[in-house]
């Protein structure tokens, strides 16, 4: 099992940008992961997710506007958010598969075992 810590939730203009960190408690070297966010009343939907070789996915609604990256040293994930707009406010949380697990496509990285406990992300017009 692997703990993931989110960070960097704000509130934010629109247009704006902000930068969430997620922290794991293993190592993240050849680790599938990848955020996804719920807004209220919505379903999950997967944004970003980053394979085991460090190829990119991205959901259409954030594609040019989103940027997935990891440190495998500090065994951090980040997502970079440019240019929000208010339908990017939700609650977005850092997923991780177990070491050797299938890597999955951006729209189902909410299926990893492993989920932080979220971060706000606010945008207003």
């Known amino acids: 099992q692997v703990h993931l810590a989110e960070s960097g939730g704000d509130s934010v203009q629109a247009g704006g940008s902000l930068k969430l960190s997620c922290a794991a408690s293993?190592?993240?070297?050849?680790?599938?992961m990848g955020w996804f966010r719920q807004a209220p009343g919505k379903e999950r939907e997967g944004v970003a997710g980053?394979?085991?070789?460090?190829?990119?996915q991205y959901a259409v609604s954030v594609r040019g506007r989103f940027t997935i990256s990891k440190d495998n040293e500090k065994n951090t994930l980040y997502l970079h958010m440019n240019n929000l707009t208010p339908e990017d406010t939700a609650v977005y949380y850092c997923?991780?598969?177990?070491?050797?697990?299938?890597?999955?496509?951006?729209?189902?990285?909410?299926?990893?075992?492993?989920r932080g406990q979220g971060t706000q992300v606010t945008v207003s017009s």
């Open positions: 997923a991780a598969q177990n070491g050797g697990g299938l890597c999955f496509a951006a729209a189902g990285v909410y299926e990893y075992p492993n």
């Open positions: 293993k190592s993240t070297y050849k680790r599938c």
């Open positions: 980053i394979d085991i070789y460090g190829n990119t």
